[in-house]
Nanobody, 123 residues
Framework: QVQLVESGGGSVQAGGSLRLSCSAFGSTDNIWCMGWFRQAPGKERETVAIIFSDGDRAYDTDSVKGRFTISQDNAKSTVYLQMNSLKPEDTAMYYC????????????????WGQGTQVTVSS
């Protein structure tokens, strides 16, 4: 079992920055990948960025490329999402997820989920 705890959300004006953190507890040695997802009211959840245990990363949402950066501290079992140049359309609940299976990582299927942290960007 893996427990995920997110932090770092909040309210910011457009153009501002936030850094989200997600700490994993439990059987973290088995984690192949971790990712950040978001869901805005009335919209489907979308994958923002994922990072594999070897450091490989992917940004699945075109609108965040060049503005968001996912990183990890393996020693702390923590993943970060640095969000710069925030826009009102980035407003959403952001969720962290972790997956112990490589094939599921590649298909963006995750077993463990955090509770989410709200990000609100005002214009």
């Amino acid at each position: 079992q893996v427990q995920l705890v997110e932090s770092g959300g909040g309210s910011v004006q457009a153009g501002g920055s936030l850094r989200l953190s997600c700490s994993a507890f439990g059987s973290t040695d088995n984690i192949w990948c971790m990712g950040w997802f978001r869901q805005a009211p009335g919209k489907e959840r979308e994958t923002v960025a994922i990072i594999f245990s070897d450091g490989d990363r992917a940004y699945d949402t075109d609108s965040v490329k060049g503005r968001f950066t996912i990183s990890q501290d393996n020693a702390k079992s923590t993943v970060y999402l640095q969000m710069n140049s925030l826009k009102p359309e980035d407003t959403a609940m952001y969720y962290c997820a972790a997956e112990p299976g490589l094939s599921r990582c590649r298909s963006r299927q995750y077993t463990y989920w955090g509770q989410g942290t709200q990000v609100t960007v005002s214009s």
